[in-house]
């Protein structure tokens, strides 16, 4: 009883092999990550009011297209995948920008209760 996994010919090379980035190109992407990241901490050192969370949704959004299109390879990818990725991420930063936006509805339903007066 014979199975093709076990035959060296049955070996199918599609997926044999990645496709080589240079190592120069992957260190300007973490270069640009950390350069990214310190903006995102950066700006909260800066009171912009209801605009520091869009501002960091779009530091974040930059970052996670940076990784989509190099360590993931999306790049030399076909673009149909790339679309699938992108309308996603799209999709869900409209998701949390609308959950965002109804957060200041319930603003006073959330008041703390008054405390023990001190005299």
Known sequence: MTSDAAQP???HDEHALAHPVPVWILLGTFAALMVLTFL???ATWIDLGR???????FIALIKAVLV????MHLRWDSPFNAAIL???L?????FIGIAILDTQQYQPLYA???GPVVQ
Request: no cysteine.
């Open 112 to 114: 703390p209760p008054a």
């Open 86 to 88: 992108f309308a996603s």
């Open 51 to 57: 605009l520091n969370i869009w501002l960091a949704l």
């Open 9 to 11: 010919d049955a070996v």
């Open 68 to 71: 989509a299109l190099y360590f």
């Open 40 to 42: 995102t901490v950066a």
């Open 90 to 94: 799209f999709f869900v930063v409209l």
